[in-house]
């Protein structure tokens, strides 16, 4: 959970995990402890990734350092980073509909950089999505948060809970869905995900999923459907931007734009 917070007078996020349903073990059990150390680590890369990946279009760190205390009982680990003033994406496309194609455009480039930041130290941030991106109110530049779902491809695999994949579903890549391991994404994964996230700004509508759709069927859509092109819902779109969307949104990575920089010069040539 996120919780505004003032620290000597600057406002942060405050990001804490409560470890729910795990009060009844007690703070000092093996099972408990053992859940509180994975949690730990977890925020330490999260702290560590926003340290080494220092770029406009990321959250900085905060001022206070992951800490593990107990509230009633409970076990919980929290840090600060910084507090991006502004609505995020999901928000603003709920209220407003689609962007302006300029600001898709604005939109792409931003994240592709940020995207470029992560995978300078080998990051893939496996979570890129509207409510993960927030548009700064003072400059209009859009920020990307979020790296509870990070992989260090330069460090060991954190465990994760049963069941539990990182990322949210509606914005897998293809190569995601083929679960063909952590290890063989690169930036070109995330590159997917923000093909559907300016689909959705550039539209209103997602490429591949519809309200009746289940887990199964939207997974193997992504995996093996091409959606319409952004015309089909909005016929002013330029044909260059339309063009750039569908390249991000290609089923092989290979297929897709192979540096964030190749992606930043296209849509500004747009």
Known sequence: MVFPCLVNGNRYALMVMFLNGDRAHGPRSAQSGALISAAEARAQREVSIMRRCRNPHLAAPGTIDVTVTDIDGQPVVYFTEEWVEGDDLRKI?????????????????????????????????????????????ETGDFVLLDMGSAIDLNAPVLPIRSGRMPGTRMYFSPERVSSSGAFALDHRSDLFSLGIVLYEATTGVHPFAFPAADDVELLARIKHRTPLRPSSFQPRVPFRLSAIIMRLLAKSPARRYSTCGQLVKALESC
Do not use: C, M, Q, Y
């Open 93 to 137: 496309l709920r209220g407003k509909g689609p962007l302006p194609f300029a600001d898709v455009v604005r939109l792409g480039i931003d994240v592709a950089r940020a995207i470029d930041a992560l995978w300078s130290e080998r990051i893939v941030h496996r979570d890129v999505k509207p409510g993960n991106i927030v548009r700064r109110s």
